[in-house]
């Protein structure tokens, strides 16, 4: 390796470490608005934020799940139950999924003729409206083991809507 090439590796480094230098000089220039060498900052944009933190935010109040149900639309239910129509019927037959019949108010792994897996068969108890609301937000942790692969329904209105339009469906 002759000098040139020390000179030239040399020369790379200090480059670099003057773009370096230099892209945090001016990002600095761009995002505080040019200030701060005289110890005060000024930022190019100012964000409002309440004083004491998390501490003065409002906690919004959860509404009791029964309260909901009250006040759900079977209509926007049976929109919901879209995103079941692959796997569940509502007309007694089973299909991937057992059929959703008369659901509210069975016994959880009741159909006769559908392989549950172990978990649902052995979980036990009814499925109640309150059941099914937290069976649908995540199913795979309400009864850990189970079959079935859906992700659940996120907002808890989908929820009650969708149990309004099974209790509907069943009443017929």
Not at 3 to 23: C, D, I, Q, R, S
Not at 67 to 84: I, M, N, R, S, T
Not at 124 to 141: I, R, S, V
Request: net charge negative; aromatic share 10%.
């Amino acid at each position: 390796m002759d000098t040139m090439e020390f000179n030239k590796f040399f020369g790379a480094a200090v480059g670099a470490l003057l773009v370096y230098m230099g892209l945090g000089f001016f990002s600095e220039l761009i995002y505080r608005g040019g200030g701060g060498h005289d110890g005060e900052h000024h930022y190019a944009y100012a964000l409002a934020v309440e004083e004491g933190g998390d501490e003065g935010a409002a906690k919004e109040e959860e509404v009791p799940f029964a309260d909901l149900l009250a006040q759900a639309d079977p209509a926007k239910g049976e929109k919901v139950f879209g995103k079941c129509k692959a796997c569940h019927k509502l007309d007694g037959t089973n299909a991937t999924g057992p059929h959703l019949k008369g659901v509210v108010g069975r016994p959880v792994g009741a159909v006769e003729g559908f392989n549950y897996s172990a978990a649902m068969a052995s979980h036990g108890g009814e499925w109640t409206p309150e059941a099914l609301n937290e069976f649908l937000a995540k199913p795979k942790d309400y009864i850990p083991g189970t079959k079935m692969s859906f992700a659940g329904l996120k907002k808890v209105e989908d929820r009650a809507n969708l149990i309004a339009y099974l209790q509907s469906v069943q009443a017929q």
